[in-house]
């Protein structure tokens, strides 16, 4: 997380600095309890991926970059694995205002018509959209902030969800069955998946951020 975090602030600070625009998007789904952790990880990225090439398309002259997390927390009432993303979309400085709030909420808008399409219980409450914009002596704690809420699982929780390692330092709400149940399941579907994503032209940016890193450590 910190090292990702770094590398997203990095990537912030720079599109900031240049002007760009960058939306932070949360993104979630309210699945049947019986929906194996598997298929709800394929859907949330295959919806996401389907949504961006949407997007792209109807939006052709106003291209965008983005980095998008799987974040997971786990029920502390039933012990139920919830998954979500987290996203940023990055805006050249030459995309109105407008133009990014229209993006952003059209995403919002085609995320919920398509888990409604396969019958995904979805709440407008559970969609977020903040909009980052560049200004002088907060943009470094924006980008900050935002790096960290985008790779971050153990950083917060929200509702009846426990995060990573509260679930994992809670001893007394689950049986230890079924703690080791929940844990190898997490482990046997999320265990080297890629997890952070970052879009072909971010993923350029990223790459050469580790470049100099290389330099820098000799």
């Known amino acids: 997380t910190a090292v990702y975090a770094k590398k997203i602030e990095q990537l912030l600070n720079n599109h900031l600095k240049d002007g760009g625009k960058v939306s932070f998007l949360t993104s979630t789904a309210g699945f049947a309890y019986r929906t194996k952790l598997d298929e709800r990880y394929k859907i949330l990225n295959s919806h996401f991926s389907k949504i961006i090439q949407h997007l792209k398309r109807k939006y ?40 990014q709030d229209e993006i952003s909420f059209a995403f919002i808008m085609k995320w919920e018509e398509e888990l409604r399409k396969k019958k995904i219980k979805v709440v407008r409450d559970g969609q977020d959209y903040q909009s980052i914009e560049c200004d002088e002596g ?81």
């Open 138 to 218: 907060i943009s470094n704690y924006l980008a900050k902030t935002m790096a960290l809420e985008t790779t971050s699982s153990n950083t917060k929780s929200k509702g009846k969800g426990l995060n990573w390692f509260q679930f994992l330092e809670s001893d007394t709400l689950f049986s230890e069955a079924k703690r080791e149940r929940i844990i190898r399941e997490v482990l046997s579907v999320l265990q080297g998946k890629r997890l952070i994503t970052f879009s072909q032209g971010l993923n350029a940016c990223h790459k050469q951020l580790e470049l100099e890193e290389d330099k820098e450590n000799g």
């Open 60 to 99: 052709k002259n106003n291209n965008f970059d983005y980095v998008k997390r799987v974040e997971k927390t786990i029920n502390e009432e039933n012990g139920s694995i919830h998954l979500h993303l987290h996203s940023l979309l990055f805006f050249g400085g030459d995309v109105p205002r407008e133009t």
